[in-house]
């Protein structure tokens, strides 16, 4: 907007995670890169919303505009309210940010799925799916093992829950070869002890 390479639409966030997490931003300026200028500018250029009934008002408001809305593998919250009314248009564009895991919407979408439950209800996917995959929040294998290396005390136990099982297994042999831990991972419905 900014360079004017988008009109002057409105701009919405519509997340209660990610309204707090700005709001940090904005009370903790020395733990981001962002200025000052930039900060104040979330602020001025986008609407974040935090009530429910204001969902329904964006919804309603026919409108052009960007709506920024969690859960970015579209599993839960408001985002489900924006795609049930918004997938099956032509004219809108849902785009996933981020990495999308197995069994979600987001994969299902990113794969091509001609259609998508959502509340029950089955909706033909007719708006335009684009994916930006260079955007996480999640840190990589090496930014992980970094972490792991700087404790002062080596943990007794690692538990690898989350992620794909090859990316999962290969993160599994870099803890054991650089730490000379064997992480624990533990499958759906095992029960684990952790003290």
């Not at 907007?1 to 940090?24: H, L, Q, Y």
């Not at 930014?143 to 989350?162: C, N, Q, R, S």
């Not at 064997?182 to 499958?187: A, D, L, Q, S, Y």
Request: hydrophobic share 40%; charged share 30%; aromatic share 8%.
């Amino acid at each position: 907007k900014r360079e004017i390479r988008i009109p002057d639409i409105p701009v919405f966030m519509d997340s209660p995670m990610g309204a707090s997490a700005t709001n940090i931003l904005n009370r903790y300026p020395d733990w981001h890169k962002l200025t000052a200028e930039e900060c104040d500018a979330v602020f001025r250029d986008i609407k974040i919303i935090s009530d429910y009934k204001e969902t329904k008002k964006v919804i309603e408001d026919d409108r052009i505009k960007i709506v920024i809305a969690a859960s970015g593998m579209l599993t839960g919250g408001r985002v489900l309210e924006y795609l049930a009314n918004y997938i099956t248009d032509n004219r809108n564009t849902v785009l996933l940010v981020g990495y999308q895991a197995e069994g979600t919407r987001g994969r299902a979408l990113r794969s091509g799925a001609r259609e998508i439950k959502i509340f029950g209800k089955y909706f033909p996917v007719i708006a335009n799916v684009q994916e930006i995959s260079s955007l996480s929040a999640h840190a990589d294998q090496r930014e992980m093992i970094d972490w792991l290396k700087a404790f002062t005390k080596k943990p007794g136990k690692i538990y690898l829950v989350h992620g794909e099982p090859a990316a999962r297994d290969a993160f599994r042999m870099k803890i054991l070869y650089e730490l000379n831990i064997e992480p624990i991972m533990p499958m759906q419905n095992d029960e684990c002890e952790l003290f």
